[in-house]
């Protein structure tokens, strides 16, 4: 495949961006690869500077469900666009995706938007550090909420992909109050509340980790968690920006039946555009401010266009059988990359929740960061490289999960399984 615009683009890019990208996951670094520079999207495809045209299973890290420009969602948009498109006063648009969101996910009571991942995050901690009036926090390694100082700590996605999970720039100060447990491993959370008694204020978790792959909650582990948590007072996140509106309309705990004191989203419910949300309790989120004293704010939250881009996404997923679909199209894929890696003798372990999958290079189950580290990421990169010049758009790390949409088609989910037998040979 040509790529010379994308390789120039590239070299210009990195005199005026640190390292010539906005966000690291986006460069192709850890694939020994130069990053593509896409000029469009539609459906299931991406389409780069040199007219290459890729399946992709980025999905824009996630929002992306419908597939790219879906048309109802572009024809809102525009239609928002033309009334103005951000105010910095209350608009009816953000009542509506409020009260859709709490329809959806019964534990959200209300409901704040902000306009990334990280803010909702950044701002549930606080909110849950105002309401216990305690400091510590509790995370999972492996687990990536966003780049806050707090949450920086044994982090996943980019951060465990380049090898810095704590962050030069992160004073040991703030760090000191985050403990990290072992995802899956209820005795390791047990430990850290017990020796950190009454000073706990909540533990966050991915309940689907999907930023060191995807590793699934073993069977009843958030179920102690919920217990552990109401017994300690603790609040109990749940940060859902990536499996919420994804596994099910629900979320993850919809789909576990686990109720989280708080929750976080982001991703789909800005259909694209830059949203993130956090809700929870009534008695938790009145402490807000205005209605209290902990303090949250933001020039672009609840943007029309953003407000308008999750509303028409998130009507289309109430279509009865989307999931059903989503799932079915899922299972096919990674049954069929898992069959195409046993055929050829590759050893990998697949994991699946919803539309949500990963294929770790390694022949052991992979349930925490401690298993998924040992995996073969160099033989991931050479798999990476040789699925895009099969024309097959995969995230450029081990360490990320791969989303499927509704608008990829039999054959794409047939040449991507196709593309793989022929990769893990090559491997
Ligand atoms: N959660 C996404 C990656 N796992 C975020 C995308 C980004 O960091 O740019």
Same mark, same amino acid.
């Given at each position: 495949?040509?790529?010379?615009?994308?390789?120039?683009?590239?070299?210009?890019?990195?005199?005026?961006?640190?390292?010539?990208?906005?966000?690291?996951?986006?460069?192709?670094?850890?694939?020994?690869?130069?990053?593509?520079?896409?000029?469009?999207?539609?459906?299931?495809?991406?389409?780069?500077?040199?007219?290459?045209?890729?399946?992709?299973?980025?999905?824009?890290? +996630?929002?992306?469900?419908?597939? !790219?420009?879906?048309?109802?969602?572009?024809?809102?948009?525009?239609?928002?666009?033309? =009334?103005?498109?951000?105010?910095?006063?209350?608009?009816?648009?953000?009542?509506?995706?409020?009260?859709?969101?709490?329809? #959806?996910?019964?534990?959200?009571?209300?409901?704040?938007?902000?306009?990334?991942?990280?803010?909702?995050?950044?701002?549930?901690?606080?909110?849950?550090?105002?309401?216990?009036?305690?400091?510590?926090?509790?995370? %999972?390694?492996?687990?990536?909420?966003? !780049?806050?100082?707090?949450?920086?700590?044994?982090?996943?996605?980019?951060?465990?992909?380049?090898?810095?999970?704590?962050?030069?720039?992160?004073?040991?100060? /703030?760090?000191?109050?985050?403990?990290?447990?072992? /995802?899956?491993?209820?005795?390791?959370? $047990?430990?850290?509340?017990?020796? =950190?008694?009454?000073?706990?204020? @909540?533990?966050?978790?991915?309940?689907?980790?999907?930023?060191?792959?995807?590793?699934?909650?073993?069977?009843?582990?958030?179920?102690?968690?919920?217990?552990? @948590?109401?017994?300690?007072?603790?609040?109990?996140?749940?940060?859902?920006?990536?499996?919420? &509106? $994804?596994?099910?309309?629900? +979320?993850?705990?919809?789909?576990?039946?686990?109720?989280?004191?708080?929750?976080?989203?982001?991703?789909?419910?800005?259909?694209?555009?830059?949203?993130?949300?956090?809700?929870?309790?009534?008695?938790?989120?009145?402490?807000?401010?205005?209605?209290?004293?902990?303090?949250?704010?933001?020039?672009?939250?609840?943007?029309?266009? #953003?407000?308008?881009?999750?509303?028409?996404?998130?009507?289309?997923?109430? $279509?009865?059988? %989307?999931?059903?679909?989503?799932?079915?199209?899922?299972?096919?894929?990674?049954?069929?990359?898992?069959? #195409?890696?046993?055929?050829?003798?590759?050893?990998?372990?697949?994991?699946?929740?919803?539309?949500?999958?990963?294929? %770790? &290079?390694?022949?052991?189950?992979? !349930?925490?960061?401690?298993?998924?580290?040992?995996?073969?990421?160099?033989? /991931?990169?050479?798999?990476?490289?040789?699925?895009?010049?099969?024309?097959?758009?995969?995230?450029?790390?081990?360490?990320?999960?791969?989303?499927?949409?509704?608008?990829?088609?039999?054959?794409?989910?047939?040449?991507?399984?196709?593309?793989?037998?022929?990769?893990?040979?090559?491997?």
């Amino acid at each position: 495949m040509q790529n010379s615009r994308s390789v120039c683009l590239f070299k210009q890019a990195q005199n005026s961006i640190p390292g010539g990208v906005n966000s690291p996951v986006r460069a192709f670094r850890s694939v020994g690869a130069d990053p593509l520079f896409i000029k469009r999207a539609s459906g299931s495809q991406i389409i780069d500077e040199d007219d290459n045209t890729y399946i992709d299973y980025v999905g824009s890290w +996630g929002p992306m469900i419908l597939g !790219h420009c879906h048309p109802q969602v572009v024809a809102a948009v525009k239609q928002t666009m033309d =009334n103005g498109c951000s105010f910095g006063a209350p608009t009816e648009l953000e009542v509506t995706l409020a009260e859709m969101v709490i329809k #959806a996910v019964p534990s959200i009571e209300m409901v704040r938007m902000v306009s990334s991942g990280t803010e909702a995050t950044m701002s549930a901690i606080r909110l849950a550090r105002g309401y216990t009036s305690r400091d510590k926090i509790l995370k %999972f390694s492996g687990c990536y909420h966003g !780049h806050s100082d707090a949450l920086l700590v044994k982090a996943g996605s980019g951060a465990a992909t380049f090898g810095v999970p704590d962050s030069p720039g992160v004073p040991a100060d /703030f760090a000191k109050h985050t403990l990290t447990a072992r /995802f899956n491993d209820i005795e390791s959370v $047990r430990t850290l509340v017990a020796e =950190n008694k009454g000073q706990v204020a @909540c533990i966050i978790i991915e309940p689907i980790a999907g930023n060191m792959g995807t590793v699934p909650p073993r069977e009843g582990f958030l179920e102690a968690l919920r217990k552990l @948590c109401t017994d300690e007072g603790i609040v109990l996140i749940f940060d859902e920006v990536m499996s919420g &509106f $994804r596994v099910a309309y629900g +979320g993850a705990q919809q789909v576990y039946g686990v109720t989280p004191d708080m929750t976080t989203l982001g991703k789909i419910i800005g259909g694209g555009l830059p949203v993130g949300a956090f809700g929870g309790k009534k008695e938790i989120m009145s402490l807000l401010s205005p209605s209290g004293g902990v303090y949250q704010a933001g020039t672009l939250s609840g943007n029309p266009l #953003a407000m308008t881009a999750g509303i028409e996404t998130l009507k289309l997923l109430q $279509r009865p059988g %989307f999931y059903q679909e989503l799932d079915d199209k899922s299972s096919y894929l990674s049954a069929g990359i898992a069959k #195409a890696a046993k055929d050829a003798g590759y050893p990998i372990y697949s994991t699946r929740v919803g539309s949500m999958i990963c294929a %770790f &290079f390694n022949k052991n189950e992979v !349930h925490d960061w401690d298993s998924a580290s040992t995996c073969d990421t160099a033989a /991931f990169a050479k798999y990476f490289r040789l699925m895009l010049e099969e024309g097959v758009y995969l995230a450029p790390s081990q360490f990320e999960t791969a989303f499927v949409s509704i608008a990829h088609s039999q054959d794409d989910l047939d040449r991507t399984i196709a593309a793989a037998a022929k990769s893990f040979k090559a491997l």
